[in-house]
């Protein structure tokens, strides 16, 4: 019904209009067969007409001669006057039979009995005024030879011959009154084969468009109430069923994407419950670390161990910044911009890492710096972001690979791209996302939503792109000044 659905009103309407044609079709059958049989009707009752006016002329004309011979032999005065008589009878027979007669066989037929007629009338008064004048059995004799093997024998074989061609005209009428019956019949079966048909087809066709769909609108629902929200009802049917179902589905979506975001915030509250304890449970040991690295900066320490101790307390202290800024993920950010440099942002977070990257002989290639790469932001949710991200790409890094890092500026943004040989990412991660799938056995999945954040409040932009020669491509987009009263 991929071919266009019809709707329940287009199909209403198709439906109205066939039956409205069978309709049509019953009663124009009806009519024709009707008209079929007035038609053979009427034609019966001319044939018959025309046997009955036959028989008629046949039987005045023999009564015609009756009255004849009672005049010349019986001396019946009265018997000449019935003789006229029913020779207009007879003439008026005559009259009526060609009205009657449509074919030209059987006007023929008719003129040629009515001639012989004629004939009949012209000559039989003669014979008998001759009769009359002899009055000997010889002429009696030959009168009655003449008349009965002449005259009479003559109309006889005319008539025979009309009363053939009428009978034959009633065997065509009866051959033609069957055949109009059987015509008829058919033509009264193919409304009612249609009818049946309609049936059939609107029986198959509710059923597939119909009941179908809707037993499967059914299941989808029952499905997605019992939770199963990634079954779809088929969007297949009328027009109507196909939009509850399409409905349907985007309901169900909706709902997943309601989940999802439910698991999500679930989890981030659980990790709102876990992070303050670890970051607790990380800064005390900090502080020890760091109060013990003060209370070893002695002036009479060499160089080396100084520059070692004051090392160990910088750590610590960009270690208490980032619990600090991942503490403040659970919250609305609030970032300190302060003047500062991306290069600076850059080596800062790369400190951490480099015990890291020797281990696993990754190269560094980092960008030719410009003179200046001045920046307004806030150096330490920045430093953090980039400090993860690049963590994550010495993690996804095989041995002796490569880590580029390059720079793009324009007057008002700066490009950073950061570009590694490792596996892929197996997701593309979503900015909407409050936490992402992790690779790492130990992982959170909060990094790169952390990343998202971060460079939102601070008006820039994140993009993560495959390689097409292997790896990730990470773009970070930043503004060179952070105006925290637009963003």
Request: glycine content about 4%; some cysteine.
């Amino acid at each position: 019904m991929l071919k266009k659905n019809k709707s329940l009103k287009d199909l209403l309407l198709i439906h109205e209009l066939a039956f409205i044609l069978l309709i049509i079709l019953a009663a124009t059958a009806g009519a024709i067969g009707i008209h079929l049989w007035e038609k053979s009707s009427q034609e019966a009752s001319r044939i018959s007409l025309l046997v009955t006016e036959v028989q008629q002329t046949r039987g005045d004309l023999y009564r015609q001669m009756k009255e004849l011979f009672d005049a010349y032999f019986l001396d019946d005065s009265g018997a000449r006057a019935e003789y006229d008589n029913f020779t207009i009878t007879v003439e008026a027979h005559f009259v009526q039979l060609k009205k009657i007669t449509v074919s030209e066989a059987e006007k023929a037929a008719i003129n040629d009995l009515h001639e012989n007629y004629k004939k009949f009338v012209i000559e039989t008064p003669a014979l008998f005024d001759q009769y009359q004048a002899t009055n000997s059995d010889t002429v009696k004799h030959a009168l009655n030879t003449e008349i009965e093997t002449g005259l009479f024998k003559r109309y006889e074989e005319i008539l025979a011959r009309t009363e053939k061609l009428l009978n034959q005209k009633q065997i065509e009428l009866d051959s033609q009154l069957k055949a109009s019956k059987r015509t008829s019949v058919i033509l009264l079966i193919i409304p009612l084969v249609l009818a049946v048909l309609l049936l059939m087809f609107s029986r198959i066709f509710l059923k597939r468009a119909i009941v179908k769909p809707l037993n499967d609108v059914l299941k989808a629902t029952s499905e997605i109430s019992a939770g199963n929200l990634t079954h779809k009802a088929p969007e297949v049917g009328i027009v109507e069923l196909a939009a509850v179902s399409n409905a349907i589905n985007d309901m169900a979506d909706k709902l997943a994407i309601s989940q999802e975001t439910l698991v999500r915030t679930e989890k981030q509250a659980a990790q709102g419950l876990l992070v303050p304890m670890l970051a607790h449970n990380i800064r005390n040991p900090l502080a020890s670390i760091r109060a013990t690295a003060q209370v070893m900066d002695d002036p009479e320490h060499d160089a080396e161990t100084r520059l070692s101790l004051r090392g160990i307390i910088d750590t610590v202290d960009r270690l208490e910044r980032w619990t600090g800024a991942l503490l403040a993920y659970l919250l609305p950010l609030k970032p300190q911009p302060e003047d500062t440099s991306l290069q600076e942002i850059v080596n800062g977070a790369l400190a951490p890492l480099q015990q890291k990257i020797k281990e696993k002989s990754i190269r560094f290639i980092l960008p030719n710096w410009p003179k200046t790469t001045a920046i307004y932001t806030d150096q330490h949710l920045l430093e953090q972001v980039i400090y993860n991200l690049i963590l994550n790409a010495i993690d996804a890094s095989s041995k002796n690979s490569t880590i580029e890092i390059t720079l793009k500026a324009t007057p008002t943004k700066y490009t950073l791209l950061l570009l590694d040989q490792g596996c892929g990412m197996p997701f593309t991660p979503d900015p909407s996302a409050m936490s992402t799938p992790t690779t790492k056995r130990f992982g959170t999945g909060i990094g790169i939503p952390f990343a998202f954040k971060v460079c939102d409040v601070l008006a820039g932009e994140l993009k993560f792109e495959m390689r097409h020669e292997g790896g990730t491509a990470i773009t970070i987009l930043l503004p060179k000044t952070l105006n925290l009263s637009v963003n």
